[in-house]
């Protein structure tokens, strides 16, 4: 089992940045490819950013490449994502995943909202 909590969630203007982090605990989180995800109201959730073991090629979907960042310190068990340049289309609670193999996550956050006020 695999315990993930994410904080750093907030209110920000537009063009802001925000860092959301996702503690990971209970089997070494170092193990696992971690994914953050978002879901707006009315809208399926999406991925925004996933990141491997060893942090090589992270993926990030195109509507915030260039603006968004995900990052991770294995010594802490802790994966970033550093959100630059923020849209009010970035509304919304941002959650963190983590899967071991396979295209599946299997262990998620209890989310995080941000909210980007223009």
């Known amino acids: 089992q695999v315990q993930l909590v994410e904080s750093g969630g907030g209110l920000v203007q537009v063009g802001g940045s925000l860092r959301l982090s996702c503690a990971a605990s209970g089997r070494t989180g170092s193990r696992y490819t971690m994914g953050w995800f978002r879901q707006a109201p009315g809208k399926e959730r999406e991925q925004v950013a996933a990141?491997?073991?060893?942090?090589?090629?992270?993926y990030y979907a195109d509507s915030v490449k260039g603006r968004f960042t995900i990052y991770r310190d294995n010594a802490k068990n802790t994966v970033y994502l550093q959100m630059n340049s923020l849209k009010p289309e970035d509304t919304a609670v941002y959650y963190c995943a983590a899967k071991s193999t396979g295209t599946t996550y299997d262990y998620w956050g209890q989310g995080t909202q941000v909210t980007v006020s223009s």
């Open positions: 990141i491997t073991k060893v942090g090589i090629s992270p």
